[in-house]
Nanobody, 123 residues
Framework: QVQLVESGGGLVQTGGSLRLSCTAS????????MGWFRQAPGKEREFVSG???????AYADSVRDRFTISRDNAKNTVSLQMNSLKPEDTAVYYC?????????????????WGQGTQVTVSS
């Protein structure tokens, strides 16, 4: 099973930017669809963005055109560039991995997870 470690969270003002990174350990990184989910207090974990080994991407409507996901298969990393941040983006962000498709990744159950990193956007 893949191990995931996130970095890059923090506190930023409305309109600011942050970049999250996730490093995966283990073999066959290319076999995994990778992605980011978030969970705000009192809310369910929700899909933010995902990317396949061939760089097909998907975004939640709430972050489309503000967030960009990318991956480096040589370094086993996936990143999320977050621009134009809003207070409603405040949440714990989790890196996720799933062998197969983005559709499987978005089902949540069965994913491998990182420990999470806090993103706080102040108004």
């Amino acid at each position: 099973q893949v191990q995931l470690v996130e970095s890059g969270g923090g506190l930023v003002q409305t309109g600011g930017s942050l970049r999250l990174s996730c490093t995966a350990s283990g073999r066959a990184f290319n076999a995994y669809a990778m992605g980011w989910f978030r969970q705000a207090p009192g809310k369910e974990r929700e899909f933010v963005s995902g990317i396949t080994w061939s760089d097909s991407t998907a975004y939640a409507d709430s972050v489309r055109d503000r967030f960009t996901i990318s991956r480096d298969n040589a370094k086993n990393t996936v990143s999320l560039q977050m621009n134009s941040l809003k207070p409603e983006d405040t949440a714990v962000y989790y890196c996720a991995a799933r062998v197969g498709s983005l559709a499987l990744l978005r089902t949540i159950v069965g994913n491998s997870w990182g420990q999470g990193t806090q993103v706080t956007v102040s108004s």
